[in-house]
């Protein structure tokens, strides 16, 4: 495992909101991988394990003489995922990678912002969050086929890949029809009208997707004459004539508190929502219902609330049961139970191996 972990470098450190979140329902043990015994413990921790998840820069592993490879010769049921910024080989693998870079190489900071003001990022780490996401995948897809092969593998993914793939219709934009997509704020590329439109009282989020969509939208807003109109009738007309169409819908909305219209969209088939902040958000009568945030009780900070897993099994739902801990908190413990003696913890801690 390598020795960083996400969040002792942001605001507050290992106390930080983020450092406590990621790492709640973990066990944390430190080992200097530079230290040929912090080697050897380590295959011992592996020996132990179905999969073995690193992210160091690609030629990190083969150095220290842990990559798949190696310990595969041992323990061919091994399931190895590394997450690197930008793959395993190639022109740019031994670059350093992080999110942001991420989001910059693989267009996403060019499809996102308002047109005119230059590129701008999104506002989580989503190039993080989407390689974790896709490599758990991976290991997933790589444990039911050990099932029937009795065999592990290697898989790996990156920033960029995660990103690439992410782009989504984007891509498919330039590959398939041979334009390069822009800058479209917060209103769909290619879905008119869809995007932010404000009410009397605040912003919202309103989805018009096809003919028989808009046509109900029209009659909400007590427009039904834009169904025929020339200029508003077809989804081409829509897209030349966004500008006109967008500031008729917000001079409409207008009208109307945000409460209202979403209740009159929403039961005429129309998709629409608030745009609510994050304390908004955790604020939510839906998200209250659907339980996502726990409450577990920290050693070292006490009681605290943190969002859960976003997916529900029903016979086997997921729980919070252990806050962050500190790094390291548990190296006695986890060493112990590998079958260590008090007296060689005692020297492995003098060496500075743990």
């Known amino acids: 495992m390598p020795e960083h972990m996400r969040g002792d470098d942001t605001l507050g450190g290992q106390d930080g909101s983020d450092y406590q979140y990621t790492h709640r329902n973990k066990r944390s043990i430190t080992l200097n991988l530079k230290e040929p ?50 793959g395993q080989t190639g022109p740019l693998a031994q670059r350093p990678g992080f999110d942001q870079i991420a989001q910059g190489m693989s267009g996403l900071m060019s499809v996102t912002g308002k ?10 780490p989503i190039a993080d969050l989407c390689a974790g996401i896709f490599a758990a995948q991976g290991i997933l897809v790589a444990l039911l ?36 997509p822009t800058q479209a704020g917060n209103y769909h590329p290619t879905s008119i009208p869809t995007g932010v439109y404000k009410a009397r009282d605040g912003w919202m989020n309103i989805a018009v997707f096809g003919s028989k969509i808009w046509e109900r939208f029209c009659d909400i807003l007590g427009a039904p004459e834009w169904v025929t109109d020339p200029r508003y009738q077809d989804k081409r007309g829509r897209s030349v004539n966004r500008d006109s169409l967008n500031a008729e819908i917000n001079r409409r909305l207008a009208a109307q508190d945000r409460a209202y219209w979403v209740q009159r969209f929403n039961e005429g088939g129309v998709a629409c929502g608030l745009i609510n902040d994050v304390k908004e958000v955790i604020e ?6 659907l339980g996502i945030v726990k409450e577990v009780v920290s050693a070292h900070h006490g009681h605290q609330r943190l969002v859960g897993q976003p ?15 500190k790094r390291g908190e548990h190296s006695a413990e986890i060493l ?18 743990y």
């Open 37 to 86: 015994a912090g080697i050897r413990l380590l295959k011992q921790l592996i020996s132990t394990a179905d999969v073995v998840v690193e992210n160091f820069r690609p030629d990190v592993k083969f150095r220290l003489g842990i990559d798949y490879e190696t310990l595969a010769k041992e323990h061919p049921r091994l399931i190895y995922a590394s997450i690197s910024g930008f």
């Open 115 to 124: 047109p005119g003001d230059g590129p701008m990022r999104v506002g989580i």
């Open 145 to 180: 086929e050990r099932e029937s092969s009795g065999r592990g593998q290697f898989l790996h993914t990156s920033l960029l890949e995660s990103m690439v793939y992410m782009m989504d219709f984007q891509t498919a934009r330039v590959l398939i029809d041979g334009e390069v």
């Open 284 to 289: 939510e009568e839906q998200v209250r219902h």
């Open 311 to 325: 997916v529900q099994l029903e016979r086997t739902p997921s729980l919070i049961v252990r806050a962050a801990p």
């Open 336 to 353: 112990h139970e590998l079958g260590l003696a008090d007296s060689e913890m005692k020297r492995l801690k003098e060496e500075g191996v």
